[in-house]
């Protein structure tokens, strides 16, 4: 089956700095990876996902960087902002992309 | 319904009792996922149902666990005999599978907060 693992568990930024959450997965045939950011009390919500037929994908201040070879994937928030602070996690598909195995997370603290 | 709805939103129960959580998904989902929480934690898969296939309840903690998805819709988690260690956020999700294939979101609920004095 499929394992991710995510570093670091905690980080913390000055607001403007970039922030980069790393993840690997074990499972070759994988080739979705979504991100999700959990603010405090709320839900998780989809933030970016990449598909494998691609590098790198960006949305404004954030980006998912993706190496199949090494089998790991990473989100990058440039420009941090106190909002941004939250958890985040990573995930990959197993049993024919039918399912997801999520990361341990990231907490993130953009410290004003 | 516009997204995935949960209910109870708190539950407080005794040791021993049994408990059941309900979630009802964005229509037309067909993929619908139990995911528990506990604090400050991260999400542990407990049970996957996706349209009329046997559900994957491997991520099922112990046999006081069980869920059932009617008409495949609305979904029940139901925790027997409940334990302290069961206290935790109870997490619903749906996602729309075209063809087969999971496209890939998954749209969570608010979650079921449950704490077991």
């Known amino acids: 089956g499929e394992n991710v693992e995510q570093h670091p568990s905690t980080l913390s930024v000055q607001e403007g700095d970039s922030a980069v959450i790393k993840c690997t997965y074990s499972?070759?045939?994988?080739?979705?990876f979504p991100w999700y950011k959990q603010e405090l009390g709320k839900r998780p919500q989809l933030i970016i996902d990449?598909?494998?037929?691609?590098g790198e994908k960006k949305d404004q201040r954030i980006a998912v960087t993706l190496n199949k070879t090494a089998k790991h994937f990473s989100l990058h928030i440039t420009e941090t902002q106190p909002e941004d602070s939250a958890v985040y996690f990573c995930a990959a598909p197993f049993d024919y992309g039918q399912n997801f195995v999520f990361g341990p997370g990231t907490r993130l603290s953009v410290l004003p | 319904g516009a997204g995935v709805s949960q209910s109870p939103s708190n539950k407080v129960t005794e040791k021993g009792k049994d408990v059941e959580l309900r979630c009802d998904p964005i229509s037309g989902h067909t993929a619908l996922y139990w995911y528990r929480q506990s604090l400050g934690q991260g999400l542990e898969f407990l049970i996957y149902?996706?349209?009329?296939?046997?559900?994957?309840k491997s991520g099922l903690p112990s046999d006081r666990f069980s869920a059932e998805r009617t008409g495949g819709s609305v979904s029940t988690l139901t925790i027997q005999r409940t334990q302290q260690e069961d206290s935790a956020v109870y997490l619903c999700?749906?996602?729309?599978?075209?063809?087969?294939?999971?496209?890939?979101?998954?749209?969570f609920g608010e979650g079921s907060r449950l704490t077991v004095l």
């Open positions: 999700a749906s996602s729309l599978v075209r063809g087969g294939l999971n496209t890939g979101e998954l749209f």
């Open positions: 499972d070759s045939a994988s080739n979705y």
């Open positions: 990449i598909r494998s037929n691609v």
């Open positions: 149902f996706q349209g009329n296939s046997a559900p994957d």
